[in-house]
């Protein structure tokens, strides 16, 4: 058995609140990784359900308990499970997803192979009580998660590796004051010193429910990712946004106060003006900056056309679409989409 119990290789940080019954399960799914090398560092943030009887039940040295006097959030949690940690690598897990049992041993193969990666997260399986298997698949490239990280979170949080030394080195963790959106704005202050990917492979199965805090407050949660959004194109492109520049911005669909053609020329405008910026600012690798924005470009033509056209020779003139990654097979399905929405009516009943 490749453990070492003071000097662990990787550590899973676990944050709980209230629900020990699920953390049994995530706590076992790495109890059994064919990589064993580890700590688990278990951070109970709840106070009605404590987990006690469960970390009592496991009975593993390797399991590092650690007790929150008082609520303060997932995030907050995370923060104390790092600063806990002595593992060279961290890796993430929630109390009510699981991990495969390969994952520690594919992450800490993949995170000693490449240096230049900081975090890398993976590919998911969607935990739900249909029979049907559904995954997340996440974009791989670093140069274009970079770009997308301006529009939204491409990154599973649950199923990230870290270098802790990255986020010694920069004092990097988690801000708690922003609910909900804590790990998007982690990741978009990390791109600053290190690439960020997803590992190609199905590490963890992933749990969407109900009661997810994201759909809970996904009013705050959209509130907070606005601002880093606000943040990145200050910070990374010297873009102070207008509100109505913010509203196009994380718009795909058409807003109700716009013309389509309106809203799509407003779009082609700002979308032109970030490849501007960047040429200045020189942040964004090209041409993965140009390319991510053209499929966006694509992306809004397409879900706004509506059987119209006219929006196809919109796109099609646009100097945005020039700039299209045709090396990649999600463009061509979006492409052929979009000319079938323009080009085939859908039959009458």
């Known amino acids: 058995m490749d453990t070492n119990i003071n000097n662990p290789k990787i550590s899973v940080i676990i944050p709980t609140c209230n629900r020990p019954e699920l953390l049994?399960?995530?706590?076992?799914?790495?109890?059994n990784q064919s990589f064993q090398n580890f700590e688990i560092i278990v951070v109970d943030d709840g106070l009605e359900k404590r987990a006690d009887k469960i970390i009592e039940k496991i009975n593993d040295d390797r399991i590092v308990?650690?007790?929150?006097e008082k609520n303060k959030g997932a995030s907050a949690a995370r923060n104390t499970g790092i600063k806990k940690a002595r593992g060279e690598y961290l890796i993430l897990l929630d109390d009510d997803d699981t991990s495969f049992q390969k994952r520690?041993?594919?992450q800490n193969k993949f995170m000693d192979k490449n240096s230049k990666i900081g975090v890398a997260g993976s590919w998911a399986q969607i935990i739900e009580k249909t029979r049907s298997k559904k995954y997340i698949k996440p974009i791989s490239n670093p140069k274009k998660i970079k770009t997308m990280l301006l529009f939204g979170c491409p990154i599973i949080n649950p199923s990230v590796i870290f270098r802790r030394k990255l986020l010694n080195k920069y004092n990097l963790e988690y801000i708690t004051k922003l609910k909900l959106s804590e790990d998007y704005d982690l990741w978009t202050r990390i791109i600053k010193y290190s690439q960020?990917?997803?590992i190609k492979k199905i590490l963890i199965q992933y749990r969407i429910h109900g009661s997810n805090i994201s759909k809970t407050h996904s009013k705050i949660q959209k509130q907070n990712s606005t601002k880093i959004k606000i943040n990145?194109?200050?910070?990374?492109?010297?873009?102070n946004p207008t509100d109505e520049e913010i509203l196009i911005h994380e718009n795909i669909h058409k807003p109700n106060q716009y013309e389509i053609n309106d809203f799509l020329k407003k779009e082609e405008n700002w979308?032109?003006?970030?490849i501007e910026q960047n040429q200045k600012t020189k942040f964004y690798n090209e041409?993965?900056?140009?390319q991510v924005l053209s499929q966006r470009w694509l992306q809004i033509c397409s879900i706004n056309s509506n059987h119209n056209w006219k929006i196809w020779n919109k796109f099609w003139k646009s100097s945005l679409k020039r700039k299209l990654d045709l090396r990649e097979w999600e463009t061509w399905k979006l492409l052929i989409r979009f000319f079938f929405k323009c080009f085939i009516k859908k039959p009458q009943k």
């Open 271 to 274: 979308l032109t003006n970030l």
């Open 196 to 198: 960020i990917t997803n």
């Open 232 to 239: 990145q194109l200050r910070n990374y492109l010297n873009i």
């Open 24 to 31: 049994y399960q995530a706590v076992q799914s790495i109890l």
């Open 65 to 68: 308990y650690i007790k929150h």
């Open 104 to 106: 520690l041993k594919i």
């Open 287 to 290: 041409p993965e900056f140009s």
